[in-house]
């Protein structure tokens, strides 16, 4: 196998965590350049990681004739002109998620990625309720709860419950985009199980309007809600509901329930990771056991390295499936500032 010189852009929690070590595994694979948002904190993950190239420009990574993929750990306001630049200069692509700032930017990297077919582009995928994907999917397909008909997706926390709580970026517009809390997050791994929604009325609230920034040290506006609330209508006629929110103590945290006719799946996705299913004649739910053998692994650096070696094609997840999550963020967003209904056409 010929050596795979991968380029870090944005080397954050996450890439210190998970892709930095992830890439590292794989037969094979370097990382031949690293740029952060400062050149002394990318001058210091070259000498944790022994990374040869320090850049103070993204560009410059990306147009490093050496370089074959490139890692986009920045935060999603970089993730679409980086990733035009490196589909341009012939880069491999892999981006942290959220895919993009707003649903037309996915679109655009979307575009690029179907002109570059030779390319491999990937989106992080949320690690969500992957341990036991392929348990619910068998669940589904056996048509163990039947007709669906309700879906009630949770994801609640007090991160901002206070509001001398500085402001994380994740709060920033310019920075994040319409993303809004844990919605993206928690709907992606739903619809890895049923299909997308078709329409939905929303409302959201920003309890807190102005954080302090500790970077600038200035009030500033939140530019994302500290609570969401969606209504959704699939295809097949089921109804959905979700709770987002960033402001009460106490709430549930990540969540999907699968309300059919013959029964009823709920997965606690965090902290407990845990499947439940109970048939309609059953008098309460029982845990699912999730061998090991059908548990699925958070792999995502592996399935990347493969796929530009030709070995599997991207499941977790391509960026035609992070176009869907971002149009439906996006409908979102304009339920709740119009209170109207709003239908959603996808485009891939």
Not at 59 to 85: K, N, R
Not at 120 to 133: D, E
Not at 161 to 176: E, I, K, V
Not at 197 to 205: E, G, I, K, M, Y
Request: net charge negative.
């Amino acid at each position: 196998m010929d050596t795979i010189r991968v380029g870090v852009i944005g080397f954050g929690a996450n890439t210190r965590l998970r892709h930095a070590p992830g890439l590292l595994a794989c037969p094979n694979v370097t990382l031949e350049a690293v740029c952060n948002r400062s050149l002394e904190s990318a001058q210091k993950a070259a000498q944790e990681y022994n990374i040869a190239k320090v850049y103070e420009s993204w560009q410059e990574v990306v147009e490093d004739s050496m370089i074959d993929a490139i890692c986009i750990g920045t935060w999603p306001y970089l993730h679409c002109p980086i990733t035009l630049a490196a589909l341009e200069n012939g880069k491999h692509v892999l981006t942290e998620a959220r895919m993009a700032m707003d649903d037309d930017e996915a679109r655009q990297m979307y575009a690029a990625s179907q002109q570059h077919p030779e390319l491999v582009t990937q989106i992080v995928p949320s690690p969500l309720g992957m341990r036991a994907h392929k348990v619910v999917k068998q669940y589904l397909d056996a048509g163990e709860i039947g007709e669906l008909r309700e879906v009630v997706v949770w994801g609640t926390n007090d991160a901002y419950a206070h509001s001398d709580t500085p402001l994380h970026w994740r709060q920033s517009g310019p920075y994040s985009g319409i993303n809004m809390l844990a919605l993206g997050i928690i709907h992606e791994p739903l619809v890895r199980w049923i299909a997308d929604p078709v329409r939905v009325v929303a409302s959201t609230q920003t309890f807190t309007p102005t954080r302090h920034n500790k970077e600038t040290g200035k009030q500033e506006p939140v530019g994302t809600p500290d609570s969401v609330q969606v209504i959704t209508e699939l295809p097949c006629g089921a109804r959905g509901i979700y709770h987002m929110s960033g402001v009460i103590h106490h709430g549930p945290g990540p969540q999907i329930h699968l309300y059919g006719s013959e029964g009823t799946l709920k997965y606690v996705m965090a902290p407990d990771n845990k499947l439940y299913f109970g048939a309609a004649s059953d008098s309460h739910m029982k845990e699912v056991n999730i061998s090991e053998e059908l548990a699925v692994d958070w792999r995502v650096e592996e399935e990347f390295i493969n796929a530009i070696r030709g070995i599997e094609q991207i499941e977790f997840n391509n960026f035609a499936k992070g176009v869907r999550y971002m149009e439906f963020t996006q409908a979102v967003e304009q339920s709740a500032l119009t209170g109207q209904a709003v239908d959603i056409q996808y485009s891939a």
